[in-house]
């Protein structure tokens, strides 16, 4: 009877730290504005599926995708220039290239580690955008897959942000 609870315990206990895992891995930073929140879960989706393109020889079906979304993506890449530029003034080329690099590098990573289950695990994200119904539908797909590294730096931390913005302030009297 005890080794029966034991085991009961250690199953319950096992089962609740496996559920309890994700809650604990570091969340990807929110940004407090939804547009710029949405512009870098697109750029990653982006990035994602040009990972896949590379990586699993799936070229036709990422230019699919592009052709498919040319406007929006277009849009992403207006959008993000615009948020580096913004936060970042002169150098906003420079970090809006920096930030695409190393979303590139950062999945990169992810699928090497996953070696040969890479392609065979991620491929259908090909299928799931090419079968969405339209352009709208792709800003909630793409927040639903996940794909932004969470310790990749987006948006500013917002205390982080209010100081330039006092220290501009002060400037201009």
Do not use: W
């Amino acid at each position: 009877m005890r080794r029966l609870l034991s085991v009961r315990l250690f199953t319950t206990l096992a089962a609740t730290a496996l559920l309890a895992q994700p809650a604990l891995a570091a969340a990807p930073q929110r940004c407090a504005n939804v547009a710029e929140q949405t512009t870098f879960e697109l750029a990653a989706l982006k990035s994602e599926l040009m990972v896949l393109a590379t990586g699993c020889q799936r070229g036709s079906e990422y230019n699919a995708f592009v052709n498919r979304y040319r406007p929006q993506l277009l849009e992403v890449d207006k959008n993000l220039n615009a948020h580096f530029k913004r936060t970042h003034g002169a150098r906003g080329q420079t970090e809006t290239d920096r930030f695409v690099t190393d979303l590139a590098n950062a999945q990169s990573t992810v699928a090497n580690t996953m070696g040969g289950d890479y392609c065979a695990r991620n491929g259908m994200i090909f299928a799931e955008v090419m079968a969405l119904s339209g352009p709208a539908d792709l800003p909630a797909y793409a927040a639903g897959k996940n794909v932004l590294p969470a310790g990749l730096q987006t948006c500013p931390p917002a205390a982080a942000a209010r100081p330039a913005a006092a220290a501009r302030t002060q400037t201009r009297r």
